[in-house]
């Protein structure tokens, strides 16, 4: 959904690097979801934030990712000292947040290559 | 705990042909259920979504899906086959609980072969 933005596309880090990727969610959403996409699985739920608080951490590593939704600003992803296992899609989604079922609208991914 | 399993990791089918890609949950709540369609290097589309308002749902591009608690399914069809068909399908469930994140089925690859 064109709605929500995700950058970058595509992003190309060596081991050890940092990887940031940034989502802003659609108009009106204040529901931020990170799923990762290893190549031939499905997606995996890693983080649910709302505006300034994290709600839902259980899907991430216990380290070296971390995840922030500031007031103001886009959603950041930040992997530290990338390893090549990093390599993935990482899908970004948002929701409005308010009743059970809400459509979750996902941005198009951003790929990350550990080279 | 919630999960779901997508029978059949590809699906091949002719055009013009049915389309049934099945997916089965487990869930211990009352679930929504949803299917998603992505495209190659494209993020994922909603088809369709189960809130318990009725078993059988439409969905965009002519496909349809039939909650089932019975059989805890929620199968995914399409009458007639396209050559746009042709992409992953992904099943997730929630449970009837807001703001809660979805849980995916390993997908399912459709192939529309002419």
């Known amino acids: 959904n064109a709605g929500v933005m995700q950058n970058p596309r595509h992003l190309v880090r060596r081991r050890g690097q940092e990887a940031r990727l940034r989502c802003s969610p659609m108009k009106g959403h204040s529901h931020v979801y990170w799923y990762r996409q290893l190549p031939e699985e499905g997606l995996k739920f890693m983080v649910y934030?709302?505006?300034?608080?994290?709600?839902?951490e259980s899907g991430m590593p216990k380290e070296r990712f971390s995840a922030e939704f500031p007031k103001e600003g886009p959603s950041i992803l930040r992997i530290q000292q990338v390893v090549r296992g990093d390599s993935a899609a990482y899908f970004c989604?948002?929701?409005?947040?308010?009743?059970?079922?809400?459509?979750?609208?996902f941005g198009e991914g951003s790929w990350l290559t550990v080279v | 705990a919630q999960s779901v399993t997508q029978l059949g990791s590809h699906v091949s089918v002719s055009e013009g042909a049915l389309v049934l890609l099945r997916c089965n949950y487990s869930?211990?709540?009352?679930?929504?259920l949803f299917w998603y369609v992505q495209y190659p290097n494209q993020g994922l589309q909603l088809l369709l979504k189960?809130?318990?308002?009725?078993?059988l749902v439409k969905g965009i591009n002519g496909f349809e899906a039939e909650f089932k608690k019975s059989e805890t399914s929620f199968h995914l069809t399409k009458p007639s086959a396209h050559m746009s068909d042709a992409a992953e399908y992904f099943c997730?469930?929630?449970?009837?609980?807001?703001?809660?994140?979805?849980?995916f089925g390993k997908g399912t690859t459709l192939s529309v072969s002419s």
């Open positions: 989604a948002s929701s409005p947040g308010t009743g059970a079922g809400n459509t979750i609208y």
């Open positions: 997730a469930v929630t449970p009837n609980q807001a703001g809660t994140a979805l849980i």
């Open positions: 934030l709302q505006k300034e608080n994290i709600i839902d």
């Open positions: 869930s211990s709540v009352p679930p929504y």
């Open positions: 189960y809130t318990s308002a009725a078993t």
